[in-house]
């Protein structure tokens, strides 16, 4: 099972992940890049949802096969692998794939030209706890999160929409996911402020970048 597989085991689908899922319409075809062991394109199946995996670690695809409609071995990065992926999708989704790839923007040029709404969650390395990190002169290499060791690229929230619009992609919506505030576990009554820090300083509150954008050209 992939690192973040285990998550989702442990502890459920994170913020984030709802996100993504709350972007998709019930009966949709869709093309899940890079999905793992197929927690998130099994949710879909189940409202309806045709979901075209594509997963690059040959393991993780074997546990995702028997969850989604079809699936395809491979990495995105590779024109061979895109090649294999027929026809048209109401909606490609990357959860947390493009900050592994080395480059992106030629990706997502891609998948505008093969969905009618491209979904991406990008990590906030803007995030306070980051910030925090590198202040103390830090970048930690971890197994997941913001300092995720297989990360091969780092965004904000100014970042993550300059790439979307480079791929000539126009933002339709934006979402934010949070994390817990400094101290919230041991106050409760700071529950109430974070969804109006996330929403008054997503740069620094927001833990994950959510973005629903269609192709330029077809607005």
Known sequence: MTVYGELVGRHGLAESHRLLLSAVADGSRVLDVGCADGYLGEVLVARGCEVVGVEVDPQAAKRAESRLSSLIVGSVSNASTRKEIDGRFDVVVFGDVLEHLADPLTVLRWAAGIGDRVVVSL???????????????????????????????????????????????????????????????????????????LRTAPELFALQIVLTCAPTAAR
């Open 123 to 197: 990590p906030n390395i803007a995030h306070w706890t980051a910030r925090r990190q590198i202040l103390r002169g830090r970048f930690p290499q971890e197994d997941h999160g913001l300092f995720d060791r297989t990360h091969l690229r780092f965004f904000t929230r100014a970042t993550a929409r300059e790439l979307v619009h480079a791929a000539r992609l126009d933002v339709v919506a934006e979402q934010f996911a949070g994390a817990p505030l400094p101290l919230q576990s041991r106050l409760p009554a700071l529950e109430g402020l974070q969804p109006r820090a």
